[in-house]
């Protein structure tokens, strides 16, 4: 093993810890609009603080962060109902009538539509009590990249690390990965747990040093990243070297001993908190960006029980913690990220850029189950406070198709932290499309601003670009052994059931017509659909860019139709080699066909369907392409649709009803559905779940065959049901 020069800490002035601490602990009894501030003396913290202070107000000013607009009001949902199976997110600037309120984060306060305040809603109601919103100064997008643990364990080595970056700078870096994070394995004797927490050693695995490494990475366009578990120790010649850093017995052992290290630092001595700043200027030095630190809840959790072997326990464990956290960030500066794993330590919210919010996930279903619980619960953290992590996403094989693509699109339409970890080299071509799909990680936040209890089976996305509104919907089926219908209603999220709505499936590439009401889904086993919606205005519209999951977020600079000419003009940013697909919708009963497109000079593929059309070109390298579609109306093809038969009831419960009828042996585009002689919605097969019923009610359904342009037989099959009273367990 390579031996770094050790070094010993010396003791910092406590005066410094006592400011440290002071911000720490009042932390959480400033204004909402107080803005706390950490420097290393009195006077610098003085004159920073009146640098916030208005001179003719007094009040500390509303500037958190430099990002422009941030911290801003933005809607919010705070509690779900009973029935409600969606959890909604926003990117842009969206108003949605789903919404119960404002959140203005600043003020941590809400405010309902029906007037009613509430005040310090993170710290009170949702328990976060060192609540501060995020400052994305320096990171105003979550991080996206690859991590070494879920593939490689602590059977890593240089050379991997190496290959995987390479192939990421060589493939995904232009789709906006951009850390290398090296997990477990690279210290000590490379192999163990809390026995091998010596950050003063490299294992011989890493000839060239960490530091060769992280240059090689930055040579690369990446920036390194490292995981550490820095509150413990393992090497009894750096504890005995230090004294007063590590946590010891009236008998001089170690009073720690867990899966952080078989040391653990006293947060009250001076030397415990320059050891930490010591250890992580090294690191800095050494040139890594990114640091996930490990074991945070064991370390609060053994602080909390062992105050009494503290030399100056002169502050409450959790203030301590912070203490230790604010020697870290003081040493890594405010432009390295700092994320805290595993599981959830709340007590550093207003100090980590980021958490996990989870355990760790396995490679197969159960892996994703664990990033979707750790979503559930904690997505109301992200964009927020810091930058949620529900931990890697892997696509790799034994995962089906469908699986990675729920995976991916789980992390895609919630815009948490975004890091991959298979064997980068070893993936498959589809599986890699999927990955250019969903990197990088955008500015999505949450509308729900609460825990969910349950796993929620729809993810509506609502988006505001370039003034047009519109949602991508993700519709999961979680179940391992069953297909399951899932009826997207347009009410349950703000769309009026009259309204007509284009419905786009992003992953499967393929436009699925315009309906009012809602629309039904079949989903296989473990599986999920991504739907795009867009109501119809009328006119030829653009639905979709294949470039990312968000559809136009990212790559569309503008787009304009101009209905006199026919002609739509946008620009769009490219990247290279990787097709690039606009997806034009027509409005309904109507078709054109495309006549010319032009794309910067580049090559250009035309595709016309009848209702929707395709141009894809592809550009040599990574720029911004002007490009112009000219359309003109062509024929419409109709089919006289006729009226299914053989309604009937295959199950009923109080609150909804599973209906079928026979395969027609004629055209059809699908069916709609009517109940009490109101339309609840399409479904393109013949089958639908109604939902959203009544307890011991009799309902009227009617089921129409219709065609693309909204034609519907003359006669239609009709039902009468009547809905449990109560539903036996």
């Not at 009195?42 to 941030?70: C, Y």
């Not at 250019?436 to 796993?455: G, M």
Request: glycine fraction near 8%; hydrophobic fraction near 35%.
């Amino acid at each position: 093993m390579s031996k770094i020069p050790e070094k010993k800490f010396q003791p910092i002035s406590l005066f410094v810890i006592l400011i440290v601490l002071f911000v720490s602990s009042a932390f959480a009894q400033l204004d909402s609009n107080s803005i706390p501030v950490l420097k290393r003396t009195v006077n610098a913290a003085k004159e920073e603080f009146q640098k916030l202070v208005s001179p003719t107000t007094g009040q500390v000013k509303n500037n958190l962060s430099p990002t422009p607009g941030w911290p801003h009001p933005f809607p919010c949902r705070i509690k779900g109902t009973t029935d409600d199976d969606i959890m909604f997110m926003t990117l842009g600037n969206v108003e949605t009538p789903v919404a119960e309120g404002i959140f203005d984060p600043s003020k941590d306060e809400v405010i309902l539509h029906n007037g009613e305040k509430i005040n310090d809603y993170f710290k009170d109601s949702l328990g976060i009590r060192f609540y501060k919103p995020i400052d994305k100064t320096y990171f105003p997008l979550p991080p996206s990249g690859w991590c070494s643990w879920y593939y490689y364990y602590q059977e890593i080595d240089q050379s991997e690390i190496e290959k995987n970056a390479k192939w990421i700078s060589d493939n995904l870096k232009d789709f906006g990965a951009t850390y290398i994070q090296i997990d477990d394995g690279w210290q000590g004797k490379g192999h163990g747990g809390g026995d091998n927490r010596d950050w003063t050693t490299v294992d011989k695995r890493f000839p060239d040093g960490m530091s060769a490494l992280a240059n090689y990475i930055r040579g690369l366009g990446l920036k390194p990243g490292l995981w550490l578990a820095p509150h413990g120790q393992s090497n009894p010649v750096v504890v005995r070297n230090n004294p007063g850093v590590f946590l010891m017995t009236k008998e001089d052992t170690s009073a720690s001993k867990t899966w952080e290290g078989e040391y653990l630092v006293d947060p009250s001595t001076s030397a415990g908190i320059n050891y930490l700043k010591s250890l992580f200027t090294t690191l800095t030095k050494w040139g890594y960006d990114y640091f996930k630190i490990d074991g945070q809840p064991i370390v609060i959790s053994e602080y909390k029980k062992k105050q009494e072997v503290m030399r100056d326990p002169y502050a409450s464990p959790d203030s301590l913690y912070r203490v230790t956290l604010y020697a870290i960030r003081d040493a890594i500066g405010k432009n390295r990220y700092l994320l805290g794993c595993w599981g959830i330590p709340l007590d550093g919210a207003g100090i980590m850029n980021g958490s996990r919010t989870g355990g760790d996930v396995l490679l197969g279903w159960t892996g994703f189950m664990t990033a979707l619980d750790a979503t559930m619960k904690y997505y109301f953290l992200h964009n927020v406070v810091w930058y949620s992590d529900p931990d890697v996403m892997l696509l790799r094989y034994p995962l089906t198709l469908d699986q990675a693509r729920a995976w991916a699109s789980l992390q895609g339409l919630t815009g948490q932290a975004l890091m991959a970890s298979d064997r980068m080299m070893d993936l498959s071509k589809d599986r890699v499309e999927i990955l250019k799909r969903v990197f990088p990680a955008v500015n999505i936040r949450p509308l729900d601003l609460f825990p969910n209890t349950k796993p929620k089976h729809i993810l509506d996305l609502k988006i505001s670009h370039l003034g047009v509104n519109y949602d991508v919907v993700g519709l999961f089926n979680y179940d391992e052994n069953s297909s399951e219908m899932l009826f997207l209603r347009w009410t349950d999220i703000g769309i009026n059931d009259t309204t007509l709505v284009h419905v786009y499936d992003f992953w499967n590439k393929e436009y699925l017509g315009a309906w009012r009401g809602g629309i039904d889904t079949r989903l296989s086993p473990t599986s999920c659909r991504v739907l795009t919606l867009l109501k119809s205005n009328g006119q030829i519209q653009l639905i979709s860019t294949s470039r990312h999951i968000t559809q136009g977020w990212l790559d569309l600079k503008s787009a304009e139709y101009n209905p006199a000419t026919e002609i739509y003009n946008g620009r769009s940013t490219v990247i290279k080699n990787d097709p690039y697909t606009l997806t034009f919708v027509f409005p309904q009963g109507k078709n054109f066909r495309i006549t010319k497109a032009y794309a910067g000079g580049l090559n250009v593929r035309v595709e016309n369907h009848q209702g929707w059309a395709t141009v894809q070109f592809t550009s040599p390298v990574n720029q911004e392409v002007s490009w112009r579609v000219r359309f003109e109306p062509t024929d419409y093809y109709s089919f006289p649709v006729e009226p299914p038969t053989g309604l009937r009831v295959l199950s009923c419960t109080s609150r909804s009803a599973s209906l079928s009828w026979d395969d027609q042996y004629y055209l059809n585009d699908g069916y709609e559905v009517f109940v009490n002689g109101k339309l609840f919605g399409y479904t393109p097969v013949n089958q639908i779940k109604l939902t959203n019923l009544e307890p011991a009610e009799k309902y009227r359904v009617e089921v129409y065959s219709v065609w693309q342009n909204g034609q519907r037989s003359k006669k239609s099959a009709s039902i009468d049901i009547v809905t449990n009273s109560i539903d036996s367990k």
